[in-house]
């Protein structure tokens, strides 16, 4: 692994895969704008389920993008991070939200579409909350 960017690393990956910012937004679900300012270097330090989402998407080593990320410096310590973080449990959610969640499919395809760009902001938010409080510390 060479010392470039996650943001490098990402885009170089899904040039080489022939696919768009959108493309790869909808395979890892976030907005287009997430994946244009991740690869811009915009967006703060991303949730490892995130990291493994595009790791899987692109097929890389989750290990290299947690190092790019700066969330360890060592491939011995990616690893143990990516084994340590589970991966998305839908039984996580509260069972109101699971319940709100189930029908999602009862929404017209606009309205689908607007509750995902609503929740992608959102999380994209919650992100650099995320980020700013780490580096405020």
């Not at 690869?39 to 990291?51: C, H, K, M, N, Y």
């Not at 790019?68 to 060592?74: N, Y």
Request: aromatic share 6%.
């Amino acid at each position: 692994m060479t010392d470039r960017s996650l943001g490098d690393i990402i885009r170089t990956r899904r040039l080489q895969l022939g696919w768009t910012q959108g493309e790869l937004a909808e395979r890892v679900g976030k907005s287009q704008r997430w994946v244009s300012n991740l690869e811009l270097g915009s967006v703060g330090q991303s949730r490892i389920a995130t990291l493994k989402a595009l790791a899987n998407a692109l097929s890389l080593d989750i290990e290299d993008l947690i190092i790019a990320a700066g969330q360890a410096t060592s491939e011995s310590r990616a690893k143990a991070v990516a084994e340590a973080t589970p991966d998305y449990d839908e039984h996580a959610l509260p069972p109101h939200l699971r319940a709100s969640f189930l029908r999602v499919g009862e929404l017209s395809p606009e309205n689908q579409k607007k509750l995902e760009t609503y929740l992608n902001d959102l999380f994209d938010l919650e992100d650099f909350q995320n980020s700013k409080r780490s580096r405020d510390k």
